[in-house]
């Protein structure tokens, strides 16, 4: 697995997003590598400014899905009690959000 991404602070780096060539398996073939916007390494989303904005928006998303999935169960005329709600959430939610 090869991703390619270019740190850099500077504004008019943005757009400046250079490629790199490399051999592939077969001695004639060569494998073209473009820059991406962010790479996830290790459960963490590292995007080109070192900010982690996206990292944030991605789990903001994934906990905000783990919500809505438990409203499903945990509707006020047939849904779970408040305590097994909150267990859920102990459980589901809390440890998307604090990794």
């Given amino acids: 697995k090869r991703e390619l991404m270019h740190y850099s ?3 008019k780096d943005k757009n400046n997003a250079p490629t790199i ?3 592939g398996a077969d001695d ?3 494998v ?3 820059a991406t ?3 996830k390494w290790l459960g963490v989303y590292l995007d080109r400014t070192l900010s982690f904005d996206y990292h944030v928006k991605q789990l903001a998303a ?3 899905r783990a919500v809505n999935g438990m409203g499903l169960l945990a509707n006020t005329v047939r849904g779970l009690s408040q305590d097994h709600v909150r267990r859920l959430y102990i459980a589901c939610v ?3 959000m604090t990794y």
Avoid: D, K, V
């Fill in 9 to 11: 602070h500077r504004r």
């Fill in 21 to 23: 060539s490399l051999p």
């Fill in 28 to 30: 004639n073939t060569e």
């Fill in 32 to 34: 073209t590598i473009t």
């Fill in 37 to 39: 916007a962010a790479t």
């Fill in 62 to 64: 994934r906990a905000e």
């Fill in 94 to 96: 809390r440890p998307i």
